[in-house]
């Protein structure tokens, strides 16, 4: 087989390769533009967290992971929902579960204390992996919130 062909049977099998199997299953480098939107809130050492996921599309996305990052500790011995797990005292880490395109997920809503009582709390929110899929506009799916202690909305 002559180099050539050799080239040209190889692109054609990378644009056909597929991860997974089934109805789930799309092309290597599906493209998808996830975002994050929601509100913060602080107050007499509780921050409260709710968080909406959403995929705009063009392609499904079967599971993606948003981290949390605070600026300041969290109190120990705190659950946190089944899809969420402790990454350290100032972050967490949650799965958004099936983003279909064009989709949503239910709120996620997570009630924290932390370590002391913060007069501000910057929080990092942003997609930590999203399952092979290419996302073209991560602008959407990265924040950064100050959110200070008296009890408002911080709406991103």
């Not at 990052?69 to 659950?79: D, I, L, N, T, V």
């Not at 990454?87 to 579960?97: A, H, K, L, N, Q």
């Not at 709390?121 to 073209?136: A, L, N, Q």
Request: charged share 20%; hydrophobic share 45%.
């Amino acid at each position: 087989m002559s180099a050539m062909r050799k080239a040209v049977l190889g692109a054609v099998l990378a644009a056909v390769v597929v991860v997974g199997t089934g109805a789930g299953a799309r092309a290597v480098g599906a493209e998808a533009d996830l975002a994050h939107h929601g509100r913060l809130s602080l107050w007499e050492g509780r921050i409260g967290v709710w968080l909406v996921s959403e995929n705009h599309g063009p392609s499904d996305v079967s599971q993606a992971t948003v981290r949390l990052a605070f600026s300041e500790p969290m109190a120990g011995g705190q659950e946190l929902p089944p899809s969420c797990l402790w990454g350290s005292d100032r972050m967490v880490v949650c799965r958004t579960g099936e983003l279909r395109a064009a989709g949503a997920v239910e709120e996620l809503a997570l009630d924290l204390r932390t370590a002391g009582s913060p007069d501000e709390v910057v929080v990092d929110i942003s997609t930590v992996w999203t399952d092979g899929t290419v996302d073209g506009n991560p602008r959407n799916d990265r924040h950064r919130v100050l959110v200070l202690a008296t009890g408002d909305p911080y709406v991103f």
